[in-house]
């Protein structure tokens, strides 16, 4: 440990600390452009000049370690005049693009300028023309006026990708990012770069010119795209008063959360799966409950009824062994719980299975092999991820309950398709609205993770908690709710279900039950 | 039983045609007096005539506007309320003497509707019974803020109500009589030999006490708490269309009524001074003789102008003065109107006995 | 005593006032009623619809949308006017132009007319003096709502 002095604050950090990273820590700014967490320094922008006592000129605070006894100063004349300097360059050959610049709003250029620039430029040259709309790959746009040349996304893909697909050409004022050729980009992990550079020189196609991102609102969830359960903000748009937008969420972007080194190079990043595969959440979602008899939507209550008294008889004719049950592991720790306290603890069920997971390929940095979010969850929990043994299912069965949650892929549901006309009374809990709903007699809206709260176990055993982002689509309910009155419908053990109000009641009760979750 | 059938139906008609006007008569004066036109678009055929017309047309808009009721309340008594409220305050016309005799063939007809021996009374009760109009409407429109402008809008009228009573009963001491023609028949007397005994003046204090708390009756600008328009907690936000229109009439009416008790009570109804049944006898010596047909067609003329002058006056308070707050109104009525109208009385009292 | 004094002064000067307006104007409209001109009017109001005022240089009136000179809108689409406004009633959608120097253009440009309030925010904001309130235009009533739905093309034109 050293001690150092920040504008005459004392702070000691480790040995081996940058001056900037001393300084966030003591809760103070220094201005950064080409410097990023999650690589080494760079050097390259020149915005983090700081005044190092003892020093002739001034320090770069980023690549700077500290001394025992350094005396830094980040705000005095000599320091301001520098960054003033440094951005009056940089802007020299910026375009000032702002108004159609999907960055501006969160742009560190513009931020800096707001607070360290404010002046008005000497340069009377004309400004260099570059090409502002280069594709370089998996939509990705790069315009070359816009870039500062921080290098982040030359680094990203040199060390944490290790693909290598962008480098810097040409020298001095000419030089620009590139690809090699016709070597595009083509990894899984492209999409960061567009959140890691600092301007808005890479833009993809997904977001570019859809809205302005200070309409957008920021709220935390966690991917169910894979079993790893990246940390990510949905950025949804709430709405204008009086017109329509098109869609709520306008994208995902990833959630720093886990600065702790053994997680450096993972926490930053999300994963092009999880951060374009967000349009489930507005499409072909079910809104209305739907009671097949009654050829109307219907009210939550009737459904509940429904359910409840179908349930009942199958216990007063003491004839539970008719009755089977389909969870998956989209649901969360808290709504596994309640299915495994209803059918396997209360109803003494034998027949629940889960639906096949859904799969791909795995990579080394963050992608899972298994892409639903809670396999681990379920198996902590108690239940056997077992495939779907048709010819129990459907032995003798009245009553199969269908929880479908998974957005992709059609799954295990075609194979049981063709043999639901076997069972006299088929119930489905679902999100969306897909075309093998209407083989339901009770077809229940659900939600999916972004609208509701509740926990999610991921593949390396760690139970991360989210609340709900967006706001359910008409009826749709959450899993738990349905689950937690579908406790007390059938009567078996009414008073567990009290006072469960929230998703973090079900949860304090879990901590009591399962060892694990403590 | 004709005579009064036909004298009502005159006086009926000669009072609902002045309101009407009398709206017209509000927005031009309120114009003028603020430096502008005022209503004067009504046309018919192209011809606007200083927008006379424009009474008519709100008549025809009011007319074909829904009428509505809300939900939840009754819609008898919705529909009462306001026809109670112009009922009453109608009915007061047939108390007012217009003129004294008229002589046809021998005939003498009395140019009073009903000369009620009781008339004050009967006046100020109608006025009294008016509030039911406002109560009603505050309450069956199942609204809280016109149930809150009704009952503002009773307090208002029944603290005012007593001021009103008060400041009469100088009048009544001075003039001993209930009866209008009576009270009518004293003011043609003469003072020192040369002042028509109007009861302005021998009632000055009377007369400002029963002109403020009138206008308080009539719920208009200064006083216009029931209606609040500003705030809009009035007893008839849930009316519309010919409804409201009603109770907008009747606040002219009111405002008419006054004007005529106002002319009856304090400057001497119908009389024009120094004329007598059979012409002009000027106390500075001279006479003028005139027909009898003459002499009353100069008495009706007379009233009417009188009317048309406190109508006029109570328009120019109404557009001069902003309103009051709650409490300052119920302070001005209790605190001030209320003793000051004893005072009146005691004062009126010692003078007379001496 | 005093102060109620003060105030009943106050009270009939006050109507004095307004009774002196009152006879003042209708003498010169009564003069004016039977044909005799005279310098002072007995109102200050204009007879709208067949007398119109002046529309001032620096008024705000309906909006336009500029065009350049190929008469492809001058906006860019950046919707900081949709941001500033305070009534939002300005509703933007963007497209991608071919043209890699405009990048941008609004392929969905609505005002809700009947939300506005002719701040002129909007014509401050614009970055590209691609929106204008100079039209004149200020008869606006529509006797559908829908009507003053403003689009791309109306504002263009
Ligand atoms: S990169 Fe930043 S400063 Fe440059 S045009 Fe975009 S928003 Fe503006
Ligand atoms: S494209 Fe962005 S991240 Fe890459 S060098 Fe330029 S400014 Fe930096
Ligand atoms: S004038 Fe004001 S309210 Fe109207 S569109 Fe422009 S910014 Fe919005
Ligand atoms: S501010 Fe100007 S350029 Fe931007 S969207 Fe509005 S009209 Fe278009
Ligand atoms: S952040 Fe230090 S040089 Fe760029």
Redesign the interface.
Known sequence: MVEIFINDSAIKVKEGTTVLKAAEKAGIHIPHICFHDAFPPEGSCRMCLVEIEGHPCLELACSTQVREGMKVYTETENVRDARKGVLEFILAEHPMDC??CDKAGECTLQDYYEQYGLFESDFLEEKERK???VDIGKGLILDRERCVLCTRCVRFLRDITKTGELGVFERGVRSEIGIFGDQYIDNNYAGNLVELCPVGAITDKDF?????N??LKKGASVCPLCSRGCQIFIEYHPG????KV?KRVYRISSRVTSRDQSQKEKGYWICDIGRYGYSYMDKDRAENIILKQKNRPAERGEAEAFLGEKIKKLIYRNKLQRMGVVLNTWLTNEELFLARKIFTLDLELEKVFFTELDTGEKDDLLLTADRTPNKKGAEEIGFEINQIEKQKLFDETELLIVFWSSPFGLGSITELLPELSKVRTKILFTPFKRKWNDAFDLVIPTLVSAEKGGSFTNIDGKVQHFDAVLSPPGEARAEWEWLVSLGKEIEVDFNSYLGMKFPYDVYKKMKDKIEFFR | MIEALIKFLCAIVWFLLLSLYLTWAERKESAVMQDRVGANRANFFGFRILGLFQPLADAIKMMTKEDFTPAFSKRFLHNLAPFLSFFFVAVTISTIPFGSHLMIGGKEFRLQVIDLNVGILFVLALLALSIYGVILSGWVSNNRWTLLGGLRGSAQLISYEVALGLSLIGIIMVFPSLKFSEIVGFQSELLFGWLPKWGVFLQPLGLIIFLMAAMAESERVPFDLPEGESEIVGFFTEYGGLKYGLYMFTDFMKVLIIACLLTTLFFGGYHVPWLYADGFHFPWGGDWLLPHGIVVLFQVIMFNLKVFFFCWLQILIRWTYPRFRYDQLMDFGWKFLIPLSLFNIAATAVLMSL | MFRLFGYFFEIIRGSVITARHFIVNLFFHTLNLFGIKTKRKGAFTIQYPEQKSEIAERHRSLHRLMKRENGKPRCVACMLCQTVCPSECIYIEAAEDPDPEIQKYPSTFLIDISRCCFCGFCVEACPEDAIRMDTGEVELAQYNKDDLMLDLDFLLS
């Open positions: 108004p159609i090409d502002k709309k570019r010119f859809k809205t302005r200070w309409f204008f008063a009086r017109f098109p």
